[in-house]
């Protein structure tokens, strides 16, 4: 039971919880950050499809 109240008190005491403007503008760059990620990775199957479609005609055509 110790366990769980001195939990407890260091969550209320000794963590310092950020303000609601730094989780706004954390959540904001982590949102820009994936949005990104995601748009290379997009460029990334896109070209990657394109040239395994070019390899693949040309191999088809070379029977």
């Not at 109240?5 to 994936?34: N, R």
Request: proline letters at 2%; aromatic letters at 12%; zero cysteines.
């Amino acid at each position: 039971m110790g366990y769980i109240k001195d939990s407890y008190k260091e969550l209320v005491e000794k963590v310092s919880w950020p303000s609601f403007s730094s989780l706004q503008s954390s959540a904001i760059l982590v949102m820009v950050a994936s949005l990104i990620f995601a748009l290379i990775v997009l460029v990334m199957d896109t070209s990657f499809d394109g040239i395994m479609g070019k390899i693949y005609s040309f191999l088809g055509n070379l029977q």
